[in-house]
RNA sequence: CGGGGGAUGGCUGAGUGGUCGAAAGCGGCGGUCUUGAAAACCGUUGAGGCGCAAGCCUCCGGGGGUUCGAAUCCCUCUCCCCCGGCCA
């Protein structure tokens, strides 16, 4: 959520950087006189409820002293009319300042680039140089014509289409991906922790997915629970509500989970193969950081995804994605996308972001500094990597001519 | 799913209508003592909002109600725990 206070403080500026996620301007001015508002009748209302206060306190005095009750009762009667009505006023301007707070996105840093979208989305470097093949590549569904190792049909079978059953080595490559990506984390510090996959909507409301994006998520009707988009959500709330000591940051955590989205605005997209699917598994990065440091750690992040492909033998590039693309929570996102040697191009395998306090305030995770005040920490979060792809990559870039794959060496002692 | 019990500050836990934002203990922080530490002792210690400040307001799981006044009474929802059933 924005920083209200700073919104009425430097509306210009804020509405100036919004204007790179296409923030209608006029909604960020209504936003700001809803806050105004509230706080004058807010002010209003205290001031009521402070007459009430001191007033009932009178009553054991008086009954004390003999004195008659009935006037003063009177008139806090009256008063107690006068507060109903202020109460209903500021109850109705809250919900119509939330409602509309909870749906303005993240503020973007000064250096993401303006844009549209993904085609305005600026390279920062090349990792690795793409592999050469001697005959023409195929996309990984095309490699697998039968369904030995990625059996789409009966994925669909099972439950519906976007939904894929691993075989074979990809199953077993499958797992011993998770197991290497996590413990490839593990030395770059970050903690391994397993978490549910299904969190209440309280958590999807701190994280940024609710109330904007209900539609991307699947629901459990009648526990009124939701299916994990990413572990973000679950990593990032293990914090909400906390004060934070501040020598326990930062924090930095690592966790596979399966990840379920609905794909809603994606009809048609990526039909093909396992690029795109309800069910996917992913290993998480999160870190919860002071301020001050949260750049480094995102840094850090970057570097720990694009080692890991590296440490794959995948080429790869870095992509600041531009204020059209990026997501609702972030204030700065870099994307890592893999050589897809049967697609010929670069396609997404993770996607690292600095949501600075936009998450923490909505969850209101916070750190005790060292002068005792409680602050706002950073979140931060990144895939490493989205296993399903990686999988596909591998299959793709070590593929050989008759159609069968090799593994990459690192992996071999996890087969 | 059936039966019972709960939800109070970082934790444990007292508080059943009136200076209760809340006893006590633990923990945390500061100090005394000590070469240092432990122990002991003393002090301090919830969060949010408005305000230059003084100060005021809100918060005892959420929502609603009764009352001049609610942590305390009523309604409702959610969650947690225990016993039994089922089950990985």
């Given at each position: 959520?924005?920083?209200?206070?700073?919104?009425?403080?430097?509306?210009?500026?804020?509405?100036?950087?919004?204007?790179?996620?296409?923030?209608?301007?006029?909604?960020?001015?209504?936003?700001?006189?809803?806050?105004?508002?509230?706080?004058?009748?807010?002010?209003?209302?205290?001031?009521?409820?402070?007459?009430?206060?001191?007033?009932?306190?009178?009553?054991?005095?008086?009954?004390?002293?003999?004195?008659?009750?009935?006037?003063?009762?009177?008139?806090?009667?009256?008063?107690?009319?006068?507060?109903?009505?202020?109460?209903?006023?500021?109850?109705?301007?809250?919900?119509?300042?939330?409602?509309?707070?909870?749906?303005?996105?993240?503020?973007?840093?000064?250096?993401?680039?303006?844009?549209?979208?993904?085609?305005?989305?600026?390279?920062?470097?090349?990792?690795?140089?793409?592999?050469?093949?001697?005959?023409?590549?195929?996309?990984?569904?095309?490699?697998?014509?039968?369904?030995?190792?990625?059996?789409?049909?009966?994925?669909?079978?099972?439950?519906?289409?976007?939904?894929?059953?691993?075989?074979?080595k990809?199953?077993l490559l499958?797992?011993a991906l998770?197991n290497y990506?996590?413990?490839?984390?593990?030395?770059?510090?970050?903690?391994?922790?397993?978490?549910?996959?299904?969190?209440?909507?309280?958590?999807?409301?701190?994280?940024?997915?609710?109330?904007?994006?209900?539609?991307?998520?699947?629901?459990?009707?009648?526990?009124?629970?939701?299916?994990?988009?990413?572990?973000?959500?679950?990593?990032?709330?293990?914090?909400?509500?906390?004060?934070?000591?501040?020598?326990?940051?930062?924090?930095?955590?690592?966790?596979?989970?399966?990840?379920?989205?609905?794909?809603?605005?994606?009809?048609?997209?990526?039909?093909?193969?396992?690029?795109?699917?309800?069910?996917?598994?992913?290993?998480?990065?999160?870190?919860?950081?002071?301020?001050?440091?949260?750049?480094?750690?995102?840094?850090?992040?970057?570097?720990?995804?694009?080692?890991?492909?590296?440490s794959l033998g995948?080429?790869?590039?870095?992509?600041?994605?531009?204020?059209?693309?990026?997501?609702?929570?972030?204030?700065?996102?870099?994307?890592?996308?893999?050589?897809?040697?049967?697609?010929?191009?670069?396609?997404?395998?993770?996607?690292?972001?600095?949501?600075?306090?936009?998450?923490?305030?909505?969850?209101?995770?916070?750190?005790?500094?060292?002068?005792?005040?409680?602050?706002?920490?950073?979140?931060?979060?990144?895939?490493?990597?989205?296993?399903?792809?990686?999988?596909?990559?591998i299959?793709?870039?070590y593929?050989?001519?008759?159609?069968?794959f090799e593994i990459p060496e690192v992996l071999k002692p996890y087969l």
């Amino acid at each position: 959520m924005l920083d209200l206070k700073a919104l009425e403080k430097n509306f210009e500026e804020i509405a100036a950087k919004l204007k790179k996620k296409k923030v209608d301007e006029k909604l960020l001015l209504k936003l700001k006189e809803l806050f105004v508002k509230l706080k004058k009748e807010r002010s209003k209302l205290e001031n009521l409820q402070a007459i009430q206060n001191k007033k009932s306190k009178l009553f054991p005095v008086y009954k004390k002293e003999g004195k008659d009750i009935n006037e003063l009762k009177r008139e806090l009667e009256e008063n107690k009319e006068k507060i109903a009505v202020s109460q209903t006023i500021v109850r109705d301007l809250e919900n119509e300042l939330y409602d509309i707070a909870l749906m303005i996105p993240n503020i973007p840093d000064e250096d993401v680039p303006e844009g549209d979208g993904e085609e305005d989305n600026v390279e920062i470097k090349k990792v690795l140089t793409p592999p050469q093949f001697s005959f023409k590549p195929k996309e990984h569904w095309e490699l697998d014509p039968n369904g030995y190792y990625l059996d789409f049909k009966r994925g669909v079978k099972l439950a519906k289409s976007r939904f894929t059953v691993l075989k074979h080595k990809a199953a077993l490559l499958e797992r011993a991906l998770i197991n290497y990506m996590i413990d490839f984390n593990k030395k770059r510090g970050f903690e391994e922790v397993a978490v549910p996959y299904l969190v209440n909507r309280e958590s999807l409301i701190s994280t940024g997915q609710l109330p904007k994006f209900e539609n991307d998520l699947f629901k459990i009707e009648e526990e009124n629970l939701y299916l994990i988009p990413t572990a973000e959500v679950p990593l990032t709330n293990l914090f909400r509500d906390e004060i934070l000591k501040k020598d326990d940051l930062p924090i930095k955590l690592t966790s596979y989970t399966a990840c379920f989205r609905k794909e809603a605005g994606s009809a048609g997209k990526d039909t093909r193969g396992m690029i795109r699917q309800h069910q996917f598994d992913k290993v998480e990065l999160v870190a919860i950081t002071r301020p001050e440091d949260s750049d480094k750690v995102f840094w850090e992040m970057v570097s720990c995804a694009s080692d890991l492909l590296s440490s794959l033998g995948l080429a790869h590039r870095l992509v600041m994605l531009c204020g059209g693309d990026l997501g609702f929570s972030a204030a700065k996102t870099i994307d890592l996308e893999v050589w897809f040697p049967g697609q010929n191009r670069y396609r997404e395998i993770s996607s690292v972001s600095n949501t600075r306090d936009f998450q923490a305030r909505r969850a209101m995770i916070r750190f005790k500094d060292e002068n005792k005040k409680n602050r706002l920490v950073h979140t931060l979060n990144g895939s490493s990597l989205a296993v399903g792809r990686t999988l596909i990559a591998i299959m793709e870039n070590y593929q050989k001519e008759d159609g069968s794959f090799e593994i990459p060496e690192v992996l071999k002692p996890y087969l």
